[in-house]
């Protein structure tokens, strides 16, 4: 059974860069045909899609946010990070990691796993 956890600073400064990891337990980040993912909910809005590390190291992100954002990898740990830049009060949100059935669903978007979630809040 795959689990995933988010970790990182709960509080951002505007201007600065939020920094996320999510440690993977019961499943290895670099198996066939798996991708990870990170998606956002800000307060009462939807899900967003933010980008996708596959388990090959390839990086996908959304267009409205690729240009700030930055995912990696560290196959030692198994798990993967978000790099967000240039926050503002707007990226305040929840933000969550999850397991993509990627090759499986025909090249991604169907998320499987997902982890708890970690509130991350933007404000000086």
């Known amino acids: 059974q795959v689990q995933l956890r988010e970790s990182g600073p709960g509080l951002v400064k505007p201007s600065q860069t939020l920094s996320l990891a999510c440690t993977v337990s019961?499943?290895?980040?670099?198996?066939?045909?798996?991708?990870w993912s990170w998606i956002r909910q800000p307060p009462g809005k939807g899900l967003e899609w933010i980008g996708t590390i596959t388990y090959g190291g390839s990086t996908y992100g959304s267009p409205s946010l690729k240009s700030r954002t930055s995912i990696s990898r560290d196959t030692s740990k198994n798990q993967f990070t978000l790099q967000l830049s240039s926050v503002t009060p707007e990226d305040t949100a929840v933000y969550y990691c999850?397991?993509?059935?990627?090759?499986?669903?025909?090249?991604?978007?169907?998320?499987?796993?997902w982890g708890q979630g970690t509130q991350v809040t933007v404000s000086s």
């Open positions: 999850a397991r993509d059935l990627g090759d499986n669903s025909g090249g991604g978007g169907r998320l499987g796993s």
């Open positions: 019961g499943g290895s980040i670099t198996t066939s045909f798996y991708y």
